[in-house]
């Protein structure tokens, strides 16, 4: 068990953990973040995307050794208030079923539009292809993205 330092979601944290330990598990069982889901465990699903320094990242399978001295945004750092333009188009566009893999969804999402002012379709796909909805709301998640990046543009450009 070492002591780790930890920044999240502009917070600093101190745990004692395993360095080996999934960083999924130091934010959900130690730090009691609970949005970043478990899918799968390998890292395959994106249940458990968050950022690492801005990046989409597999919580699940990076070790909390590897977020060290790293920027850590999680579902719940991406706006208080629920009013991101990404959380406002997944709500606009009605895109969750069960809801289950929404935050790693929405996470891959951010990090697009971070990267893509206006994302092609393609894009998209690229960004999103290693986030898996059993309820296979694809459709509703691209037609998101492109509202998103749209009121994310309109907005810039009012300020």
Not at 55 to 73: E, H, W, Y
Not at 115 to 141: F, L, Q
């Amino acid at each position: 068990m070492s002591l780790i330092k930890l920044s999240v979601n502009g917070k600093s944290y101190q745990v004692e953990v395993a360095e080996d330990m999934p960083l999924l598990w130091v934010i959900r069982d130690f730090l009691g973040m609970n949005g970043t889901k478990f899918g799968c465990g390998i890292g395959q699903c994106g249940a458990c995307t968050i950022h690492l320094d801005g990046q989409p990242i597999r919580s699940c399978s990076t070790p909390v050794l590897a977020a060290i001295g790293k920027k850590i945004t999680t579902i719940e750092g991406i706006s208080e208030k629920g009013d991101h333009p990404v959380q406002q188009a997944w709500i606009a566009e009605q895109v969750p079923q069960c809801g289950y893999c929404q935050s790693g969804q929405i996470m891959s999402a951010v990090a697009l539009l971070n990267e893509k002012e206006a994302p092609s379709d393609a894009d998209i796909d690229a960004a999103m292809v290693g986030n898996i909805c059993r309820c296979g709301t694809y459709k509703r998640v691209r037609a998101a993205i492109h509202r998103a990046a749209a009121d994310k543009r309109e907005m810039l450009s009012k300020r």
